[in-house]
Structure formats: C-alpha cells, structure tokens
C-alpha cells in the first residue's frame, strides 16, 4: 500500500507544499478535501505547457494552430466518451463549465418542450442537481432512509404514483456528504421501466470509481451524464454534459452568441448543430488539453484501483473517528463497496466551523465544515426539524449547525489520516482549553477569516 500510495503522491503538484500552523511553524499541507476540489497531475502542468505554443482560436481560424487546437478540441469528445463508455455516434459531449452548468443547461433545455411533466430528484442531491429543477418543473424528492441510503422501494412507489409522468430521474452517482454510492443501472432499469429518462450527477462518482453509461439498447443505460474536471486532476474549467444528440436538436439555447449560429440577419437565428449550439463564445481548449490527460493518467492507474485504495482509506479512517469518544459519525456504512472516500462527522462540543480551523491552524489539515451545497440533506441527517430551520431563516446571525466532511484522493495517504485523528484526540482530551484557546483568538481576529491570516510566522523552512 505504502509503494502504490508513494507513487500516487509523486503524480499530483504541490503535496510537499508547506503551509503556516497558529504557532508560526510550518507543516506539510494536508488536503482531505478532495471532494471540493483536487489540485492538478503533475503531467497536466506539463502537458499545458507543451500545448501552449500551438493555443489558438477553436473553429475560428485557418492558420495551422488553429486548425491544431480545433482538432484536439473534437478528438477530446471521443477520449472523453470512452472514459464513460457512452455511445460513439448517438450520444453528444458538450463542453461546460462545471458540472452545475450542465446540470442547469440540461434542465433549461428539457424544460422547452414540458407538458407538464415531473421530475424524482432525490433528498440527497447536492444544490446543483436539485435547485435547476425547482423552477422548471413539478419536482418530487426520492426519501433516504435514516442513515442517509436512498430508498429504491420509495423511488419504485413514486415512479408507479406519477403513472408515466415523470420525465427524469436525476439522481447523484455518489454523495457528497456520505459518500454513499447509488446503484444507478438499477435506478435506470427502474425510470425506463416507468417511461423516464435518467441524469446521473456524476461530479463525486466519475472521478472515484469505473462509470459505464451502458448500451443505448440495455434497459440499464445512463441517459444523461454529468461531471467536473476540476475534481478530477484538472482544474482548468471544464465541465461535461453526455446525453443523446437528439435531445439538442432544435432548442433554444441557454447561452446564445458566436459558434452557436450557422447564418444570422436581423430578420432571423439559425442555429448550428447540437453540440455547437449549446456551446457559444470561444472554447476552453486549455481546460479540454487539461481533462484528456487526467484522464490518459486515470485510466493508466485504472479506476478500479482508485476506487479501492480510496476506500481502504476511507474505511481506515472511518474505524480511527469511531474510536475517538465524543465522535459523531452520519451515514456510516458497513459495506465500502457502496461508498466512495467520504466521511462526515461532528466531535460533541465542537462547532464544525471551529473543528475545521482548530485542524488547520494546528496541523495544517484541510476540511470542509458546513452543509456542503446539500442543506436539504445535511439537514435531514443533522434531524434539524423545519421549526429549527424557520428560526434560522429568521435569525440569519445565529450560526447554523453543519458538519466537518473528510474526503480522500487516491494521493492521500495513512499517515495523514493518523496525523488528522491524533489531532481529534488532541483537541478532544483538551477540549476546555482548546475552545478557550481559541475563543481568545476570535474575540482578538474579526469576522470569519482564518486566524492564520494575522499569525507571525517563523521563517519558511
Ligand atoms: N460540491 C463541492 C463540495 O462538496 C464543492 O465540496
């Protein structure tokens, strides 16, 4: 593990980087934040830099550069529908931001020619696969249980309730809060089986585990995909939508402007091709050159081999926070088979905003506290009764209850997840006087910034 972990690190910019502690030494950064974000593969630095020299403007030039990076852009929606096992001719790649705009561009376009249709998101989304559909269609949640589980006999009961109305099923791969991983060819089966279509949210899946959107023809094919680079190894603004090329034909597209048109006068529009049309202004080729050699390194490593080496970790960590007394785990499950690295928790006493910063001011471990862009959820799990929710609504300076999330990389290793858990046991056998320690400091430091900012430091080492 320690071989196959050393040479996980060795691929990814800036894992030896120091970082300043509260007493002004410095550490060696931890990131368990994973999940929000992930910094750049070395080789995607490099590849950027090789690419650079031939950078030009995308199905806008004829000289030879341009002509380079228009190829690359196209040839990149083939490397990227392999990755997925999507569809060769029928299903489409369009280039996005992020994984909430192709989320949004989907729910925009699926809204133009809705009859009143509905659509089963479930309660464990994150915002952005929940709040699109808000406004654009009749939106039903699908239940999870009280550890956090989507309910597939509640989906069943929906689906059978709404008798061929519903539209899609959108549906996280994997959450963002538990980790825990959805079986989405059984979803599928299920929304076909009802006349629907389904959206997998695969922003936390794709990059973690193997994703095979299946055969057009098999009942358990994923209709539409979403996912981010920028949590894969690449962050240079690219998102993906995958989705059949007919469900982009003769829309109105959200983003209009230049490339998305064939002709245009002053009397009429006529627009390109899907993907053109939902791809206007000038493309991130940067971002694509970044995502297509992550991608060449993830499938070197091969996602399955992720999927397990983060999970060994996960479980690892998971058994640590269980042995710290004080510790509250939400959504902890026995079979890792069914999670991706992601643990959430609170330590009893504690504010999740204070434990986040105690844990990065001490140790130089990064985490994220708070709701994690999934309140319903984070809500639901933390039993916060909508009187409670009511009451912070009104009463918008009264902190609001969240948790501290663990997410891991395939770059992390055990010894970190022993230095975050000494450190748990550190702050929890002195918890008086780490809550006073840091009281002092917030009545000296205004406002949310990290006592860090306003720290002396020692001389880098
Ligand atoms: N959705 C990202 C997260 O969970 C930003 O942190």
Not at 55 to 69: A, C, D, L, Q
Not at 154 to 182: H, I, P, Q, W
Not at 192 to 207: M, T, W
Not at 425 to 449: A, H, L
Request: contains cysteine; aromatic residues 10%.
């Amino acid at each position: 593990m320690d071989e196959l972990n050393n040479a996980f690190r060795k691929l990814i910019v800036g894992v030896d980087t120091k970082v300043p502690l509260l007493n002004g030494d410095y550490v060696t950064a931890i990131n368990l934040d994973n999940a929000a974000t992930t910094p750049p593969f070395n080789s995607v630095m490099k590849k950027i830099l090789e690419f650079v020299p031939w950078y030009s403007s995308v199905h806008r030039g004829t000289g030879y550069k341009s002509i380079m990076s228009s190829e690359v852009y196209e040839e990149g929606r083939a490397i990227i529908k392999r990755f997925v096992n999507a569809d060769k001719s029928r299903d489409i790649v369009i280039f996005t931001k992020n994984t909430t705009e192709s989320i949004n561009l989907l729910a925009y376009i699926l809204a133009q020619d809705d009859d009143d249709s509905i659509v089963l998101s479930t309660e464990m989304e994150h915002l952005a696969n929940d709040l699109p559909w808000r406004d654009k269609f009749k939106v039903d949640y699908i239940c999870t249980d009280e550890c956090g589980k989507l309910s597939i006999e509640d989906l069943e009961m929906k689906l059978r309730k709404y008798a061929g109305k519903v539209k899609l099923v959108t549906v996280t791969g994997a959450s963002n809060v538990t980790g825990f991983k959805n079986p989405i060819h059984e979803i599928a089966s299920l929304a076909h089986r009802y006349g629907a279509k389904i959206l997998v949210d695969g922003a936390q899946l794709v990059p973690h585990c193997p994703v095979d959107m299946k055969d057009f023809d098999s009942a358990e094919h994923i209709d539409y995909l979403a996912f981010s680079a920028h949590k894969m190894f690449a962050p240079f603004g690219i998102g993906i939508l995958i989705g059949p090329q007919k469900t982009f034909e003769n829309i109105d597209p959200v983003y209009k402007g230049g490339g998305a048109v064939t002709l245009v006068s002053r009397q009429f529009i006529d627009w390109e091709s899907p993907p053109y049309n939902n791809e206007a202004g000038t493309p991130n080729i940067i971002g694509i050159v970044a995502l297509l050699e992550a991608i060449r390194i993830l499938n070197c490593i091969g996602m399955d081999v992720i999927h397990e080496y983060e999970n060994s970790l996960i479980d690892y960590t998971t058994a640590a926070l269980m042995g710290i007394p004080g510790v509250v785990l939400y959504g902890n499950s026995e079979k890792h088979e069914s999670k991706i690295g992601i643990v959430s928790f609170n330590l009893l006493g504690f504010d999740h905003r204070l434990l986040a910063k105690i844990l990065s001011c001490e140790a130089g471990i990064a985490v994220r506290s708070g709701l994690f862009c999934a309140h319903p959820y984070v809500e639901k799990l933390l039993k916060i009764t909508d009187q409670e929710l009511q009451y912070y609504q009104e009463n918008p300076d009264v902190p609001f209850p969240g948790m501290v999330r663990i997410s891991v990389g395939l770059y992390n290793s055990y010894s970190e997840i022993d230095a975050l858990v000494a450190c748990l046991r550190w702050i929890n056998g002195d918890k008086i006087k780490c809550k006073q320690k840091y009281t002092e400091i917030s009545q000296k430091v205004s406002g949310p910034k990290s006592p860090l900012l306003y720290t002396p430091r020692k001389k880098m080492p």
